[in-house]
């Protein structure tokens, strides 16, 4: 039996119901007109299972956190996570294994409420924080339009270059804390 199997057959056998959230998505290679599909599938996930941290310290003390979720074997997505008396945006990153110059940062801004919408490009996203003492960080991200995030492989390419596009679909969540 795998470790998630277990997890499932005592959540079950112990009564607690558990969450699952799910990412739709699609990677292109922007090579030549229109470009190749590189990935594509439905992530069905748990955030305690399948969400991996990072804890970043800096000079001043602070702390924020780098959170993914793997996709598959290539591409992950993720949020750079800090606390703050009030969360004004966020950036969505993806990540691509064996790029170690990469590059990617869509940066969204709240609107209204929960909605945020991103900066340059269409897709608007509902996001939910969680309060954390005084201050609050995100917790989830829910896509309330497709969005389409950029990624460079190799950051020594000319300003501008975008070599991969991922596309994330209306109804995907991205939940990085319970």
Do not use: C, N
Request: glycine share 12%; hydrophobic share 40%.
């Amino acid at each position: 039996m795998t470790g998630r199997a277990a997890l499932l057959l005592g959540a079950v056998l112990s009564g607690r119901v558990i969450s699952a959230e799910t990412v739709t998505w699609e990677a292109r290679a922007l090579l030549g007109p229109g470009g190749s599909p590189v990935g594509h599938g439905v992530k069905t996930y748990q955030v305690a299972a399948d969400i991996v941290a990072r804890e970043h310290r800096a000079k001043d003390g602070g702390l924020s956190w780098t959170k993914w979720l793997k996709l598959d074997e290539t591409f992950a997505i993720g949020m750079d996570i800090q606390q703050a008396t009030t969360i004004d945006g966020f950036g969505l990153v993806v990540y691509r294994r064996g790029d170690e110059e990469g590059f990617s940062w869509e940066w969204f801004d709240r609107t209204t409420g929960a909605i945020v919408e991103r900066r340059q490009g269409a897709g608007r996203v509902r996001v939910t924080t969680r309060k954390v003492g005084p201050l609050e960080e995100v917790a989830s991200v829910e896509l309330m339009d497709d969005a389409v995030l950029r990624y460079l492989d190799d950051i020594s390419k000319p300003p501008g270059t975008v070599t991969h596009e991922l596309l994330l679909k209306k109804g995907s969540v991205l939940k990085v804390a319970p």
